[in-house]
């Protein structure tokens, strides 16, 4: 039986990627951080299958322990403060946990158990100011936010590892990708979740940002799939996971709103844009320009084909299943919470 080892296995993508292992067969362990209040997040329901260690990526003697405990053949590092916008808030702990926290795990794992494999979580935000279109894993990277920098400094240490200690180290350079279990604070989540309150009457209308951003956008399980793929070929390397498809975050919009059975019309432009209901003329989409970004990234758009090629990857669920799914969560969930 392998043992696997998950940081941030409380998150979206660790709590996919914790389901598919244990599935698979594998012991899972995984790292969170000790809390006031005992919060088990997107792991609630298979808690009683894993092993969980508190340890913190910004404490090196911490991971050293979880690698002896864990014994892990293999190693995903989806810990992160990973809220783009918060990075300028928090630039510094941003830098300890996404930067400097990588290269304390790479040498708990060179110190416990060279002989494991390990999956490094990167990010399109390390394309930031994009040099060429599509995106592929030859692509320069040139980040447009402290959490870009912070990532690309855990890629490149992670190659620096692969290459100067022999270990089996590799990143997957993951484009957006959604799920019913993303946080609140993200803006697909913050639509889906302001759809369904809106629809049921607890809510006027929802602020956003740069309407016209486009984004690649995929679903965390068919990414986790990937995630895994990677650490199952003969030889460490580096992969664009992606749909090769960009949309903008008004598209994301317009396609959250029809779920619920509302089309949206615009009106005014600028920052003075905004959607409303077709059918009865309420304002449910502002912009404010309090939720831009200090330096924008205008568009991603991944190449996959190199995944798709080498590892057999392909992702199942489109764009239009995966707006559909997290509004119909997002509708029960608050239909439960007002009733």
């Known amino acids: 039986m392998k043992h696997a080892l998950i940081t941030g296995i409380t998150g979206q993508d660790g709590s996919y990627l914790a ?77 300890e946990t996404d930067a400097l926290g990588v290269t304390n ?6 110190i416990v158990k060279p002989e494991a494999k390990f999956y490094q979580a990167s990010t399109s935000e390390m394309f930031g100011l994009v040099q060429e279109m599509p995106q592929t894993e030859k692509t ?15 890629h490149w240490i992670t190659k620096n590892y692969r290459e100067s200690y ?23 989540r913050k639509i889906s979740r302001a759809v369904a309150k809106i629809k049921f009457g607890v809510q006027e209308y929802v602020e956003l940002g740069n309407l016209d951003s486009k984004r690649d956008w995929g679903h965390s399980k068919d990414y986790v799939k990937a995630m895994w793929l990677m650490l199952q070929q003969d030889t460490p390397d580096d992969y664009v996971i992606a749909t090769n498809e960009t949309r903008t975050v008004r598209e994301f919009a317009e396609t959250a709103f029809r779920c619920a059975g509302i089309e949206i019309e615009w009106e005014g432009e600028g920052i003075n844009e905004i959607g409303k209901n077709k059918a009865n003329g309420q304002t449910v989409i502002k912009i404010n320009k309090e939720f831009f970004r200090p330096a924008e990234v205008d568009v991603l758009l991944g190449n996959p084909a190199k995944a798709e090629e080498k590892l057999g990857w392909k992702r199942e669920i489109d764009f239009q299943e995966l707006v559909s799914r997290m509004v119909a969560n997002d509708l ?8």
Request: include cysteine; charged fraction near 25%.
């Open 166 to 188: 022999n270990l089996y180290a590799c990143s997957g350079i993951l484009f957006n990708h959604e799920s019913e279990r993303r946080g609140l604070e993200f803006v697909t």
């Open 140 to 154: 320069p990277f040139y980040p447009r936010s402290p959490y870009g920098v912070a990532k690309l400094y855990g």
């Open 19 to 95: 389901e598919l292992l244990l599935e698979k067969g594998y012991e899972v362990y995984g790292i969170w951080r000790r809390k006031a209040n005992v919060d088990y997040g997107n792991i609630e329901h298979i808690k009683d299958k894993l092993h969980l260690i508190y340890a913190d990526m910004t404490d090196p003697v911490s991971l050293i322990t979880a690698m002896k405990i864990s014994q892990a053949d293999e190693v995903y590092n989806l810990a992160a403060q990973s809220f783009v916008a918060s990075s300028w808030s928090t630039p510094l702990n941003t830098a």
């Open 105 to 110: 795990l790479l040498e708990a794992i060179r």
């Open 332 to 339: 029960k969930l608050v239909e439960a919470e007002i009733k």
